[in-house]
């Protein structure tokens, strides 16, 4: 993700968080302290905060999860490809005053493209995790950090470091609300921003799932000051197992200010459509 493209989140049923809501359990005696799982997922456009990250391409994705269950404790790894070009945009510098603005809305605005097109020559994002994710009665709690990794990026500013802390509460054993605060120093070479996830599962009859999620990308400087535009993304999702432990989700994916992305083909309302199956 490059200046000043922005990126929003992928509301598809459990690829819709970045954390595992990991429970903190006693163990029978012959039970193991360890716990690995896998997922695997195809879906047709991988979004994440509003942003397609595969230039409204499909995408093949999957990962890894390992926890400790005795202490909560949680490693993981998740990949999925991207589109190089996905994020590269454009804006119009008045040279009057030389202000950012989004269109040539005075009579010498000049047209600017972005040096380094999005990803910059990475086809493929990795992600890893690391946190703690314990549970106090119906309190769940996930304290942790993520590293978006894109290898063979010419623009090193596109690896970022992540923070999170996020809270859920178990009502009547029927759905959990959760919120979370994102938090990055130094979000894609865009200074420090924070992003907030709001989000709820309501299970609905002939076992389908609705998931609704609210987020919200605040950077602490705007664009003229090396920072990015602030917006909101909003998604809602249905899905349901169909197969042997095959999930199909069906999302609808928007977000506020589409004119502010650097890459406006890339953002607004989108419908995606994703299988996915955990092991």
Known sequence: MNAPRVRTACAVAALLSAGHGITQQALAADESPHSLKANVALTSNYMFRGISQTNNGP????GFDYTYVPWSLYLGAWGSNVDSSSGSGY???DQGNQQVIVGPDTADALYQSLK???YDGASMELDLKAGWAPTFGK????LGYLRYQYPMTKTDANNTNEYHLGLGYDVMGYFTPKFTANYSEDFYGLGGAWYYDLQVAVPL???FSLTAHYGWT???HSVNNGGGYSYDDYSVSLSREVYSGVVLALAWVDRTDTDLCAAPFQCGSTGVFTLSKSF
């Open 59 to 62: 995408a093949v994705q999957g």
């Open 91 to 93: 804006y119009y510098l």
């Open 116 to 118: 380094a097109p999005g």
């Open 139 to 142: 309190l769940s709690v996930d």
């Open 205 to 207: 009859p002939y076992a």
């Open 218 to 220: 605040r950077y602490n």
